[in-house]
């Protein structure tokens, strides 16, 4: 794959200004993708009511949970902490729901406070009882199908540890029963894609359990809408899949009577393309004739692992003061002592490398690493090498850039130590 691309929103006299202001590497996050994302979110079809929630895993930054909040979107939790973190952040208990693989050990407390839980494991919910007997809750099913990207990104079927197994359903509700539990919430977050006719065969999957539990009146629908970061990758659009999805519902409460209340919550796709990165080309190196040139980074897998263990494609970008006409294939390396720290990785093959064609590059050039919203800061192998965690700042519309994370000082890599 060859491109000579151009940055999503960051131009030369925008990069420049921001890395002379707050350095490199840093993440920029553009306040309008962010609102026009959350503006689409809640826009979804829905037949009888939308709660659409934030699954603040993808980017946790108290500013971006302040602006979503803002917006009009609820938040997922995938643990206690989170739980914390967005309470930290002003978001009020009642609007977060927790989707745990691991319960933590305040439940009890975040469920007094108004956290909805939903019961990831036959465990988890005869914990849930014990606590709190007579309560309602949400039940996450592995429905058996997923149509996740690759093995790591799959959340349903036979290798997805998430979620009970559908199979299951009898054991689910004698637990509901031997601690007087009210099921009110079918959850199951499996990774649907972009694909229409996969929403429409998962809905009817969804269908088929909410039928099985009278007291159920919301399902949640998860996220995982595929994103395209590249040119030539698909992304979800929401109104497409939402149709068939609105239309079931619509048909189950002609079937049933019950008006069943819609609940989503992507992260990806609210955040992905909403963030780069701002590096430098800090040094060249070239194997020769039958080798490769290779450009590095003062970022790398520090700031963006998605290459390393997906063979993420993100697109790159090199900003110079003075354009260069000439172009070179470049295999495009990350500043860790760690053969793995490639950007640019063949797809969905983090063992093999991919040239990329991009402009002749010399040492002091900008370089942009688009959509990095999700899974980016918010999952990385920070310290590896001790590189302090690196800075965030938010474009907002006015072009001014405000600063949301503070770079890490180097004590701080250490701070703990005794
Ligand atoms: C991670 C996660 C999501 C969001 O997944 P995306 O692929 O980022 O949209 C939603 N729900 C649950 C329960 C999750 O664990």
């Not at 895993?57 to 643990?79: E, Q, V, Y």
């Not at 996740?148 to 079927?157: F, L, Q």
């Amino acid at each position: 794959m060859s491109y000579i691309s151009q940055p999503c929103f960051l131009d030369f006299a925008t990069a420049h200004a921001v890395a002379n202001s707050f350095g490199t590497p840093v993440y920029v996050y553009d306040q309008k993708t962010l609102e026009a994302n959350a503006a689409a979110v809640l826009a979804f079809p829905n037949a009888f009511g939308l709660t659409a929630r934030y699954a603040m895993k993808a980017a946790p930054n108290a500013a971006i949970l302040k602006l979503f909040s803002n917006a009009g979107l609820h938040i997922d939790a995938s643990s206690g902490y989170e739980v914390h973190r967005a309470v930290a952040a002003g978001i009020s208990a009642d609007k977060i729901s927790l989707s745990a693989q691991e319960l933590p050990v305040d439940l009890g407390d975040l469920i007094m406070a108004g956290v909805v839980f939903n019961a990831c494991s036959l465990s988890q919910l005869e914990r849930f009882g014990q606590l709190n007997p007579g309560g309602h809750v949400g039940i996450r099913i592995n429905p058996g199908a997923g149509s996740g990207g690759n093995n790591r990104t799959n959340v349903g079927g036979y290798s997805s540890s998430f979620g009970i197994w559908h199979e299951l359903i009898p054991q689910i509700k004698e637990l509901l029963a031997r601690y007087k539990l009210t099921a009110v919430r079918i959850h199951t977050h499996i990774g649907s894609g972009s694909d229409p006719e996969v929403w429409l065969k998962v809905a009817e999957m969804n269908f088929d359990i909410v039928r099985q539990f009278p007291d159920v009146v919301t399902l949640n629908l998860g996220g995982g809408y595929k994103v395209g970061r590249m040119p030539d990758e698909n992304s979800t659009d929401l109104q497409v899949i939402g149709q068939p999805v609105k239309e079931k519902f619509e048909d189950f409460s002609i079937d049933t009577g019950r008006k069943i209340h819609l609940e989503i919550e992507p992260g990806s796709y609210l955040v992905a393309n909403t963030c780069a990165i701002l590096s430098e080309v800090q040094d060249l190196a070239s194997t020769g004739a039958d080798g490769y040139d290779f450009i590095k980074l003062n970022t790398g897998m520090t700031e963006l692992l998605r290459p390393s263990i997906y063979g993420a494609q993100h697109l790159i970008s090199l900003l110079q003061p003075k354009a260069q006409k000439s172009a070179k294939d470049y295999i495009v390396v990350g500043h860790c002592c760690e053969s793995g720290d490639i950007l640019t990785p063949a797809p969905g093959e983090p063992e093999l490398l991919a040239p990329r064609k991009l402009p002749e590059a010399s040492i002091g050039d900008y370089c942009v690493i688009d959509g990095a919203g999700a899974y980016a800061s918010a999952m990385t192998p920070k310290h590896y090498n001790s590189y302090p965690e690196a800075a965030e700042v938010i474009l907002e519309a006015s072009g001014s850039a405000r600063l949301i994370r503070r770079r890490q000082e180097l004590e701080d890599i250490w701070a703990n130590e005794v």
